[in-house]
Each structure stands twice: as C-alpha cells, then as structure tokens.
C-alpha cells in the first residue's frame, strides 16, 4: 500500500498536482513536529479545497464570526491505535466546527479508503455534515468506508501523528494540549517542506527518521553515529540552558534515531558495528533520566535508569539516578539498595556517601514524624 501511494503521489507531479499543506503541531508546550498532507483535489475537489483553505486561514471568518483557520485549533480527541481528530474551529471542544462553504457541506463521495495508517479523512455526526473537523488513522480503518470521505494522505510526520495519539487522555480527550501551532500550503519540492528541525544548534534532522530522505552515504555507520551525536548534543545544550522539555525531546528523539540506524544497518551490512550506537544508547538514556528528574517526573526517570541498567547492570550513575527517582516515589527502601550498590561500585564517590547519610536522616525523620502522628491519633 505505501509503495502504491508513494507512486501515485509522485504521477500527481506533473499533469494534476493535488495540493500539499501542513499542519505544525504542539503537545503542550514543545513542539511535536510537522505533519505533511498531500489533498486528494483530483478525487474530491470540493473537500480537499475546504482543508487548504482552512489551512492557509484565507477566506477570512465565517458566518460563525470565528476566523476560518486551523491555526490554533486543537486535536480534541486521541485514540492510541486508531486516530487523531482535531479541527474544532468553533468550539474548540469537538462540538463545533464550520466548512468554507457554511456551516456544513454534503459528502463528496467515498471513492478513496481508509486503507493504511496516515489516512486524512473527514469526521462528521451524521450524513451530509461535513464541516471542518477531521481525523488521522494511525492504522487501517475498513469499517469507516463509506461512511466519513478520504480526502488525503500523511506524507511526512506520521511518526507525530502517532506521538499525539499515545498521550494520556481521559474518555480519548488528552490531559496535554495537542494543537495546531501553525499550518498552510506548501509547493511540491521536498526539500522546502520544512521538516527538519531548525532551532539554531546542529540537529536540523526530522523528529522522526523514517522522513528522513538520506543518502546511502549518510547511511554508513560514521555517518549515522555523526548524526545521532549531532541530536544528542542538541540536547546537552539545551539542559545546559535548563530547557529541560527541549533537552528531553532531544534525548528521545536521538533514541529513537539509534533504533532506526541499527535496523537501516542490518540491512545492510551481516554484521555492523553496534558497539557504539550501545554506548550512545546508555548515554541518551542517563540523560533522559537526569531531565526527568529536573522535572520531577520520577516515574519517567525510574524507567530510563531500568533501561540503562538493562545495557549496563553495573553503572553507578543509572543506580545513583535510580535511587533518585525512588526517592522521589517514596520508595526510600528500595532507594537505599540502589546507592548501596552503586557505592558498592565506587567506594570513592563521596556525593554517593552524601546521599546514603541524607536519605538516612530523611528515613529516621519520616519514623519520627509517623510515630508522631500516631501517638496523636490514640490520645
């Protein structure tokens, strides 16, 4: 299915080139990354034009008095193996929404199928009511065939779609902002469409590396250990800076990058060289401890140091972090274990030997205080 719709993009090149737009999109404050749609204008014109126009804001407000615009919207609802659904431009809640032509317009036709993830289809409450709200598959949806309109396709940033669609939600409305920072139209070079990051340090790769258009000579293992270190320096810099959400997304995103190069290299090459991509691997996930802990995010920290003890069961600082983010869980006994262990490891390390007599004293204080309360309980 991709390879065909890869084609079919392309045969669109020439002759009848469907529009292409896109949408820039936020998780609360950071910046997920860019989504790239391709509208299908030569199966159904009428509803691909409605989400360009709503994309570029261009027919001004519509008879809602609300201006006809994506850009500030919000993805509303978020269903992990299924869709996003956004464009809300009325109520902002999933209750509203407005078309180009009126309040809502007829269905155009179901031509095109939900047949693979990435699929930009129109949501609606019943029949005939198209509006301006639609949804994203993140994978294939046969039953709503003939029933919502497909009138487009992600091409680039469907790893950003997926990334909206795992947030934490109740009832499927997520506990984090999801929205639209920016969008409009774009031309149909690849290379303008503005997917690599540009935030003024060295990583001006694409959040996520499978829309990465690299090279085979990006694609030796110099070349992709350069690059992951590129990301991860980003991210140093960024901790320095004590932009701490940015210095995370980075760690993950160089991650994510070494997962994606050692399955590029095993196709490649019988045996590559994974020793490094390890140590980078270990590096990123001590860090994305370290900015979870900065954040008080002790349950994400906890789980970055099992990962690094998983690579490497004797590092201290994966122990020593640990340790940090149980205590930080109240989980002062199993806290105390993981710095024996790492003092165990380094007996010279006296920040270790600090922390077993602080984490003493906050222990013994905790008892105090508990015998407290109870004395007070049963007078």
């Known amino acids: 299915m991709y390879e065909h719709s890869k084609f079919r993009f392309q045969s669109n090149m020439k002759p009848n080139k469907n529009p292409v737009v896109f949408l820039d999109i936020n998780i609360g404050s950071r910046k997920a990354g860019r989504v790239v749609l391709e509208l299908f204008k030569d199966v159904v ?45 009325t109520m902002f809640d999933g209750t509203g929404g407005e078309s180009i ?26 029949s005939d009511c198209s509006s301006s709200q639609f ?22 940033g469907l790893g950003v779609v997926e990334e909206v669609s795992r947030v934490g939600t109740h009832e499927d409305r997520p506990f984090a902002k999801c929205w639209i920072e920016d969008c409009g139209e774009l031309g149909h070079n ?16 694409p959040s996520y590396p499978t829309d990465w258009n690299a090279s085979s000579q990006q694609l030796e293992i110099d070349s ?17 800076v004590k932009e701490f959400v940015c210095a995370g997304c980075k760690y993950q995103k160089a991650l994510r990058y070494i997962e994606w190069s050692r399955s590029k290299l095993k ?14 691997e270990l590096i990123c996930l001590l860090n994305s401890a370290a900015v979870s802990l900065k954040r008080k995010l002790f349950r994400e920290a906890l789980e970055s140091c099992d990962l690094a003890l998983k690579i490497d069961s004797k590092c201290v ?4 972090r640990r340790a940090q983010a149980k205590q930080g869980l109240y989980e002062y006994e199993a806290a105390l274990k993981d710095l024996r262990k790492a003092y165990c490891l380094s007996r010279n390390d006296k920040m270790i030997h600090r ?13 105090t205080m508990e015998k407290i309360r109870c004395e007070k309980m049963f007078k």
């Open 101 to 126: 032509y009126g309040l809502t317009f007829k269905d155009e036709n179901f031509k095109l199928k939900h047949h693979s993830a990435g699929m930009l289809s129109m949501a609606k409450a019943g």
């Open 135 to 156: 949804f994203i598959t993140t994978i294939p949806c046969d039953h709503l065939d003939g029933v919502n309109v497909v009138f487009g396709e992600v091409r680039k």
């Open 355 to 367: 922390e077993i007599c602080s984490l003493r004293k906050l222990m013994m204080d905790y008892l």
């Open 190 to 205: 690849e290379e303008e469409w503005g997917i690599g990051e540009a935030d003024g340090t060295a990583d001006v790769y």
């Open 224 to 240: 992709l250990e350069t690059v992951i270190t590129k990301i991860k320096n980003s991210g140093n810099y960024f901790f320095k």
């Open 317 to 320: 600082k994966a122990l020593y």
């Open 267 to 280: 196709e490649i090459q019988n045996d590559p060289k994974q020793k490094n991509f390890v140590d980078a």
């Open 45 to 89: 014109p009428k509803t691909a034009e409605n989400f360009r126009a709503l994309c570029t804001g261009e027919k001004g407000s519509g008879v809602s008095g609300k201006p006809l615009h994506y850009k500030g919207s919000i993805f509303h609802k978020a269903v992990s193996e299924f869709m996003i659904q956004g464009g809300d431009i």
